[in-house]
């Protein structure tokens, strides 16, 4: 009976020839999946420009009355004046900052790594860890 030992990350998984595992010479993956603690989260921003038309409104005295009241030969005392509204358009730019993304460094098994995500991962991001399983005859 022969004895098939795979090397696992540190662990020895013993198995006879009879059994069902079956291994090719390159060596069979296990995925497992891991929670790495988060260090530092830095988003990433972009500045979208908008050009938007804004108008400028300020109150000025209408002095139309007054100069109609002096050519029709009435008394200048006092001439009666109104406030009106004058408004200007004029063509501004808006900037609005979005976030597309963020920089997720974390520690895993005493590594420091950096990812960018597209989500904000939180406190944990979760690591894909891949074991190769090699079969020693």
């Known amino acids: 009976m022969r004895v098939l030992t795979a090397i696992l990350i540190g662990f020895t998984i013993s198995t006879t020839a009879n059994a069902t595992y079956v291994s090719s010479l390159e060596g069979d993956s296990l995925v497992r999946f891991e929670l790495a603690r988060v260090v530092r989260l830095q988003p990433i921003q972009e500045t979208k420009t908008y050009n ?69 991962p939180g406190t944990a991001v979760r690591v894909k860890a891949v074991t190769n399983i090699y079969v020693m005859e």
Not at 71 to 88: L, Y
């Open 52 to 120: 938007v038309t804004r108008t400028s409104c300020t109150m000025v005295e209408d002095l139309s009355g007054a100069l109609a009241q002096q050519s029709s030969g009435a008394p200048t005392g006092t001439s009666p004046s109104r406030m009106v509204q004058r408004c200007i358009p004029y063509a501004d730019r808006e900037y609005k900052q979005f976030i597309t993304g963020y920089d997720v460094t974390f520690e895993y098994l005493g590594q420091i790594r950096t990812v960018r995500m597209n989500h904000d």
